[in-house]
């Protein structure tokens, strides 16, 4: 099993720190090999960014996706930029209020997060919310085990706030359907 995460967005929306948890949560947490790279403009808030992590139960011989399986996106122009490598078979999770030009001619999976993380009183949890989605629509990684990753990764003051982001993400993702 090999799979390839690519999670993106704009400078200071938290699109590496998602990458970071995904990828604790594969090796810490779980039984899996995990390798995660980042990309990111020369602005540090603002430009298109992107987290990419590859989770595998074998050894990881290249550090860069060839073919992602699961694509999320968190802003319109790292949507565009960054899908080039977007198979046919590739689940990709947008928020539909931060992607509004997402029709591509296939279905994916819309949660607004950013809307979850406003109605817990603080946008800065949107990346957690997302990283919440990402873990009850793909299944790959266990919830318990992500959610560890996220407690251990977080700001302890914030350690509340960004569980109820991750708890009210996840069931979105779980009741979300390709559209």
Do not use: W
């Not at 139960?57 to 899908?83: C, H, N, S, W």
């Not at 793909?138 to 708890?167: C, G, M, Q």
Request: net charge negative.
């Amino acid at each position: 099993m090999k799979k390839e995460i690519r999670i993106c967005g704009f400078g200071g929306q938290g699109v590496i720190l998602a990458g970071f948890i995904i990828g604790k949560a594969a090796c810490v947490f779980s039984d899996f090999n995990a390798v995660q790279s980042q990309s990111y403009g020369p602005e540090a808030r603002g430009g298109a960014a992107r987290s990419e992590v590859i989770i595998s139960d074998e050894k990881i011989g290249y550090p860069r996706p060839t073919g992602v399986d699961l694509y999320v996106a968190m802003a319109q122009e790292a949507f565009d930029t960054y899908r080039s490598d977007v198979r046919d078979d590739t689940v990709i999770i947008i928020d539909p209020d931060l992607v509004p030009k997402h029709d591509i001619g296939r279905p994916l999976y819309k949660v607004q997060v950013q809307k979850i993380a406003e109605e817990l009183g603080n946008k800065i949890v949107t990346n957690i919310a997302m990283v919440g989605a990402m873990t009850g629509i793909y299944d790959l990684l266990d919830k318990e085990a992500v959610k560890k990753a996220v407690i251990d990764s977080v700001p302890k003051r914030f350690t509340d706030l960004n569980i109820n982001a991750f708890e009210k993400g996840y069931e979105a993702g779980k009741n979300a359907r390709p559209e």
